[in-house]
């Protein structure tokens, strides 16, 4: 059974960093495009980071770039989201996904929470 | 900034048929914008619905089948179930990043 399993949220003041994990289990980890996706309280879905499986393809959303790093590491079946200079509008539910880089995002976890505020 | 559009809302009967769209700023979606659609349930993960426009994956029911319709990434859902009703959204494909639509809310009334 896939399972990914997000950590690493929380309260974090503004002008702060935090990083998120994401711990992959029951597939090929690294046969598998990553993905953060991030939802703010009773809003729509954003994509916010992609990474290809071997790292060589890294994107990241316009309101994000230049302050989020995603990373992966394959021995570990693990998926990064290093998060710094955190506004109040970073606040929301923090998803990872599986699937390819550009033709699909198929699996979910169930996130973790994210709060920006003094 | 790139925005892509669906509609904010749409009702449909138990047993119709609704077609949900998905629109690019940039102009008409195509293939190589691989439409992905995803199904959410209050409280809960989005779930895969459709990828690369018109590809199911294992678990999704056969009532559900995506097109591209008038320069628009399309769903449709045909014999629509009590259990349908969630929020539904497209993710597009521009070439490094993804932009995900701003959901439909069914209703099924």
């Known amino acids: 059974e896939v399972q990914l399993v997000e950590s690493g949220g929380g309260l974090v003041q503004p002008g702060r960093s935090l990083r998120l994990s994401c711990a992959a289990s029951g597939f090929t980890f690294d046969d598998y495009a990553m993905h953060w996706v991030r939802q703010a309280p009773g809003k729509g879905l954003e994509w916010v980071s992609g990474i290809s499986w071997n790292s060589g393809t890294i994107g990241y959303a316009d309101s994000v770039k230049g302050r989020f790093t995603i990373s992966r590491d394959n021995a570990k079946n693990s998926l990064y989201l290093q998060m710094n200079s955190l506004r109040a509008e970073d606040t929301a539910l923090y998803y990872c996904?599986?699937?390819?880089?550009?033709?699909?995002?198929?699996?979910w976890g169930q996130g973790t929470l994210v709060t920006v505020s003094s | 900034q790139t925005v892509v559009t669906q509609e904010p809302s749409l009702t449909v009967s138990p047993g119709g048929t609704v077609t949900l769209t998905c629109a690019s700023s940039t102009g008409a979606v195509t293939s190589g914008y691989y439409p992905n659609w995803f199904q959410q349930k209050p409280g809960q993960a989005p779930r895969a619905l459709i990828y690369?426009?018109?590809n199911k994956h294992s678990w999704t029911p056969a009532r559900f089948s995506g097109s591209l319709l008038g320069g628009k990434a399309a769903l449709t859902l045909s014999g629509v179930q009590p259990e349908d009703e969630a929020e539904y959204y497209c993710?597009?494909?521009?070439?490094?990043?993804?932009?995900f639509g701003g959901g439909t809310k069914l209703t099924v009334l």
């Open positions: 996904a599986a699937g390819d880089y550009s033709t699909r995002v198929q699996h």
């Open positions: 690369s426009t018109s």
């Open positions: 993710l597009l494909y521009y070439g490094g990043a993804r932009v």
